[in-house]
């Protein structure tokens, strides 16, 4: 077995991915997370360490069930948001994080480079933080607030450094999935979505 690595993927099926120090095999369906505790001896473990399997059946899928957000450790937040002991998404941001993960990972790009982690506004609800430009490509010239970082809550798409950015609505004439493939056709080919300033909001 091999241990995971930048390009390692779930698959269809999940991967079987096994533990170093008790050999302890769990499924995950992505590998968006940079750590996760071990359900068998309860050693926090980095991912790189973790050893996965060539191929995963549907049968061991079923067996092994999906442990894919038990104690997932993110990446932390830019600034402000609030991480969550108990992970959930919303319906539209989860299926916004479910287009944006398979997007990039077909696309042969690894999610956990975008630094996506869960953050709760002051109502409590949740979104999806995230980068638009990986975070291999961040140096002191281009640091974290020319990423473009974006959250995606239920009902609209806000960038997170900027104070009088318009918001991209989230509905069902503009669903999570058809924004998500908007910012995919960028993230793909190098590029970002800028903000676009509210005037109001700027003239206030």
Same mark, same amino acid.
């Given at each position: ?10 698959g269809y099926n ?62 932390? #937040? ?64 281009? #640091? ?58 700027a003239d206030e």
């Amino acid at each position: 077995m091999k241990k995971v690595d930048r390009y390692t993927r779930a698959g269809y099926n999940g991967k079987a991915i096994q533990c170093p120090h008790c050999s302890h095999r769990s499924v995950v369906y992505h590998f968006s997370w940079c750590a996760k505790t071990c359900q068998g001896c309860k050693a926090m473990v980095d991912k790189q360490d973790f050893y996965v399997a060539t191929e995963t059946s549907q049968n061991e899928a079923n067996e092994l069930g999906d442990s894919t957000m038990s104690n997932v450790i993110e990446l932390k #937040p830019f600034r402000g948001g609030k991480e969550m002991s108990k992970k959930e998404l919303g319906l539209n941001a989860q299926i916004f994080q479910d287009h944006i993960c398979a997007g990039l990972e077909a696309g042969g790009l690894d999610p956990a480079d975008y630094s996506m982690s869960l953050v709760a506004d002051k109502t409590g609800d949740m979104g999806l933080l995230m980068a638009q430009v990986p975070l291999s490509e961040m140096c002191e010239e281009h #640091p974290l607030k020319t990423s473009e970082a974006i959250v995606c809550w239920e009902d609209r798409i806000e960038w997170h450094f900027e104070e009088h950015a318009a918001l991209m609505s989230v509905s069902d004439k503009q669903p999570a999935s058809m924004c998500a493939v908007l910012f995919l056709g960028a993230m793909l080919t190098g590029n970002t979505i800028p903000a676009q300033k509210c005037q109001e909001c700027a003239d206030e």
